[in-house]
C-alpha cells in the first residue's frame, strides 16, 4: 500500500526522449500510479485494492464523473529541453511546478529549432492561428531554412561577441531568438497533465507543442495505463455538444431510428455500445430531452 512501483514506469525512468530537432522530454521521477488512484478513492471506506477489473472500472468511474481529486495523488516530473516559443505556450499551464535554466546564472548553449522541410508552411487561410496543410516546395523550403539558421548564428555570434565584451549574461542574452532550447523541471499531477494533454493534443494545438504532449502521453501510460486508456475514451475521444447541437443529434436520431428499431439487430462492433455502455448513453438522450 505505500511507495507504488510501476514497472512500465521504471523502465523508461531517466531515459530521453527525443523530440524535435534537438529537443526531449525525460521522466525524472514519478509518484503513485493506477494503483495509488484505486487507494485514495477508496480510502474512505477503508477498503484495500479489489480485483484489476473492479480497479480499472473504479478509474473508469471516477473519471466519467469528474471525480478527480485522486488522480491528483500521481504526480510526474519531467525533464524537457524544448525551444523558447513552446515554453511560452507550455507555460500558461499554471498547475504545475516548474524550475528553469537560468540565462542570468548560466551562458546559454548554442542550441537552436529549425522546423524540417516538411513542416514549413503557409499561413492558414481559415485559421488565423495557424499553418495551411500543403507544405513549402523543396526549393523554397531550403530557403526559408538557410534564413532561419543565419539569423540564428548570428545572433549567438552577437551574443558571444557581448559576453566577451564583460556586459552581463542578464542583459547580452536580450536579442536571443524564440527558437532557441531552453531546458526545465516541470512537475504535474495526473489530472493536471490530463487537462494540458486535452488542450495540447488537440489539432488547434501547434504543432511543435503537439509533438510533446505525445511524447507525455506515451510517458504517462507507462506510469498509470488505466487512467490514460479512461481518460482517452471519456475525455480525450469524447465530444462536448452544445444544447442546441444536442438537440440536433436527437432529431437525427429520431428520424433515422423508427422506435421498433431493435438494438439487437445491429451489427455489433468493437464501437457499437452495449449494456451499462448504452443505457448511459440513453440516459444522456433523456437527460437532453428535458433541456
Ligand atoms: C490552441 C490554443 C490556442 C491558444 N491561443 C492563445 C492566444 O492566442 N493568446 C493567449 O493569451 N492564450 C492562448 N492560449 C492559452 C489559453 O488561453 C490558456 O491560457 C492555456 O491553454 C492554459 O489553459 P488553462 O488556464 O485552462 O490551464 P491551467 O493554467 O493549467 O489551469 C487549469 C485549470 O485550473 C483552473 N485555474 C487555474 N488558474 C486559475 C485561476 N487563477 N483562476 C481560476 N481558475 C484557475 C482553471 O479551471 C483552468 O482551466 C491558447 C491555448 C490553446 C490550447
Not at 505556450?89 to 548560466?106: K, V
Not at 506515451?218 to 471519456?234: G, M, T, Y
Request: aromatic share 8%; with cysteine.
Amino acid at each position: 500500500m505505500a511507495h507504488c512501483i510501476v514497472d512500465t514506469a521504471e523502465s523508461i525512468l531517466d531515459r530521453e526522449i527525443p523530440v524535435l530537432d534537438k529537443g526531449f522530454v525525460r521522466l525524472v521521477d514519478y509518484m503513485g500510479g493506477d494503483e495509488r488512484v484505486v487507494q485514495s478513492a477508496r480510502v474512505s471506506y477503508g477498503e484495500g485494492t479489489k480485483t484489476y477489473r473492479e480497479d480499472a472500472a473504479l478509474i473508469d468511474y471516477l473519471l466519467r464523473n469528474n471525480h478527480t481529486s485522486p488522480f491528483e495523488q500521481v504526480v510526474l516530473t519531467f525533464h524537457v529541453k524544448l525551444p523558447i516559443f513552446v515554453a511560452r505556450q507550455w507555460i500558461r499551464h499554471r498547475t504545475a511546478r516548474l524550475n528553469e535554466i537560468s540565462g542570468r546564472y548560466s551562458v546559454l548553449k548554442d542550441d537552436f529549432y529549425i522546423p524540417a522541410s516538411e513542416d514549413l508552411a503557409g499561413q492558414s487561410a481559415g485559421n488565423k492561428q495557424g499553418r495551411s496543410d500543403s507544405t513549402m516546395e523543396s526549393t523554397e523550403a531550403e530557403k526559408i531554412r538557410t534564413i532561419l539558421e543565419t539569423a540564428q548564428k548570428n545572433a549567438y555570434s552577437d551574443y558571444s561577441t557581448l559576453l566577451e565584451a564583460g556586459l552581463a549574461r542578464e542583459l547580452a542574452r536580450i536579442n536571443l531568438p524564440l527558437s532557441l532550447y531552453t531546458e526545465w523541471y516541470w512537475q504535474i499531477d495526473l489530472h493536471n497533465l490530463f487537462h494540458f494533454l486535452k488542450l495540447r493534443l488537440d489539432s488547434h494545438a501547434q504543432k511543435e507543442i503537439r509533438l510533446y504532449a505525445e511524447v507525455l502521453f506515451d510517458i504517462a501510460k507507462k506510469v498509470a495505463p488505466r487512467c490514460c486508456s479512461s481518460f482517452r475514451e471519456h475525455i480525450l475521444e469524447g465530444v462536448r455538444f452544445s444544447q442546441k447541437e444536442f438537440a440536433e443529434l436527437r432529431r437525427r436520431l429520431e428520424n433515422q431510428q423508427p422506435e421498433k428499431t431493435k438494438q439487437e439487430n445491429i451489427e455489433k462492433t468493437e464501437d457499437t455500445l452495449s449494456g451499462k455502455e448504452l443505457e448511459r448513453f440513453e440516459e444522456k438522450l433523456r437527460k437532453g430531452r428535458q433541456i
